[in-house]
């Protein structure tokens, strides 16, 4: 159990340091009714990370289990393959990137955030666990999970805690504005303004970050 929790845990932050997850709920704390609509963004992702992992550690027992409270190797080289993936993916970006002009303007959904209320930004949450990497981390916490000898209370358990680290950044950002709007309303300002100038940037470097770290676990677990 502890070592499944070991692993899951990096991968639920790498989720939560996702860039648009939190471009979207700063965006929204910045519209005309920001608490209604990043709580229904907060319930939207956290369920769709909840869903996802719960439906790929399901999939991933319905391969003969392990022995052990640990995943099999053939884990191990789904979770390199996935890992190399990102990596390369991030890299093509980022060449790709520096060919095309610089954007003077932000997204156009970026606009769009100012007119969103608690329904359609929970289906918005809902919407952005469908993302490539997301649903790459999603898996190899659910491959994690799914294929390590743990019973119903164990799996659980390390579902809820990558769920709980996959929404921390976002819980943590409607946290603050509830608790002190107008405080952090100019600093949540300059974070959105600085996302959008960067999300090439971050995004890229992110993809590859998250991919080094699968490379890495997923190497470091077969030797």
Known sequence: MVSVLWYVVPLGMAAALSLFPIL???????????????????????????????????????????????MPPWAHVVELALGVGLVVAGIWRAIADRR????????????????????????????????????????????????????????????LVFTAAAASTVAALVLAYVFGSRSVRPRLERLSDWLVA?????????VALVGAVLVTIGTVNLL
């Open 24 to 70: 979207a709920v700063v965006l929204l704390l910045l519209s005309p009714r920001p608490i209604p609509a990043s709580v229904g963004y907060l319930a939207g992702w956290s369920s769709g990370v909840l869903v996802l992992v719960t439906l790929f550690s399901f999939a991933a027992r319905l391969i003969p289990p392990s022995t052990r409270e640990q």
């Open 100 to 159: 095309r002009p610089v954007p003077t303007d932000p997204p156009s959904w970026t606009k769009a955030m100012d007119h969103v209320g608690p329904r359609r930004a929970f289906v918005f949450g809902l919407a952005m666990n469908a993302r490539p990497k997301n649903l790459t981390i999603a898996l190899a916490a659910g491959l994690a999970i799914g294929s390590a000898s743990l019973d119903i209370v164990g799996s659980s358990l390390a579902v």
């Open 198 to 206: 960067n999300s090439s940037l971050v995004l890229n470097l992110s």
